[in-house]
């Protein structure tokens, strides 16, 4: 990938993080109504009850910038169709900030999310939920696991491009320490990236006494070409109940991205069903981009 092309999604960040500070409260209210309003294609269907075959509700929690609507056009749809019970969060929002979620702090998305799933355990009947998410929403769920008692509700976290020891934004982050006041400024503006920097209060003390808790699978879906969260390994997780992924030791001509890898990329897809029913896994390839 050319070295211009990688500084775009960082750069996007940076501006979205300025955009916070002037969009009007009113229309983040008709936002969020309209995200609510939107069609889901199948997946937030409360009377929906999950099978023998796939006895869990899948749980998909977007990442930074996205929505429950956006981020899962491609990975919804797909796990419907093989049926099962699919769910989708809107978590992060901010004040004055419409479409552009996750962006709240880390710590009070993951009650959020903890509200969401209990409320799909309650319609579903189910007694756990296995949960997918798509950077930041790879990640944030292991604070839900670790501290508001996820563990006893949840039997698998799949992260696609998750940052679970956060990220450099390739290098960019580290621009920080040379401008009086920015990191403050980050953190005040959208506590959710100054959170997913690595070193952060919150990173370290998510990852402190291990990554994983007992009792869930944990399986982290990796790119290397993926250009916002740097280094790629830095996504990967230690720990017993564990499979970290690379798409492309699965196909090597796999090119996606950050973004395509949790958007669009059905390779990836494949493998988030695998790890959903690991016991009708079947070997992911090149050829699964048309399964």
């Known amino acids: 990938m050319l070295p211009w092309k990688r500084l775009l999604r960082p750069l996007a960040v940076l501006l979205l993080t300025a955009a916070v500070t002037v969009v009007p409260t009113t229309v983040a209210t008709a936002a969020t109504d309209q995200a609510e309003a939107a069609p889901s294609r199948g997946w937030n269907d409360y009377s929906c009850k999950p099978s023998a075959a796939h006895p869990r509700p899948v749980v998909l929690v977007h990442g930074t910038f996205a929505n429950s609507v956006d981020n899962w056009l491609g990975l919804a749809p797909y796990l419907v169709n093989r049926n099962y019970c699919v769910f989708a969060l809107d978590y992060g929002q901010l004040p004055g900030v419409p479409f552009f979620n996750g962006l709240g702090p880390i710590d009070k998305s993951a009650e959020q999310l903890k509200t969401f799933v209990d409320k799909v355990l309650t319609a579903t ?154 016991a009708r896994a079947t070997p992911t390839t090149c050829l699964s981009a048309i399964g």
């Open 125 to 278: 009947g189910a007694a756990k939920a296995d949960l997918v998410g798509h950077s930041q929403g790879g990640m944030m769920p292991r604070h839900y696991l670790k501290f508001l008692g996820g563990a006893a509700k949840v039997n698998a976290l799949v992260g696609i491009a998750p940052d679970n020891h956060g990220t450099t934004l390739n290098g960019l982050a580290q621009l920080l320490d040379y401008f009086p006041g920015a990191a403050d400024l980050l953190s005040t503006a959208t506590p959710a990236l100054a959170d997913q920097v690595a070193g952060s209060a919150f990173l370290t003390k998510l990852n402190a006494g291990g990554d994983t808790v007992p009792g869930v699978r944990y399986t982290v879906i990796a790119t290397k070409y993926d250009e916002v969260v740097t280094p790629y390994r830095s996504q990967y997780l230690d720990g017993p109940n564990v499979r970290n992924v690379l798409i492309q030791d699965l196909c090597a001509v796999d090119l996606s991205e950050h973004a395509a890898i949790g958007l669009i990329d059905r390779i990836a897809f494949h493998e988030v069903a695998n790890a959903l029913d690991p």
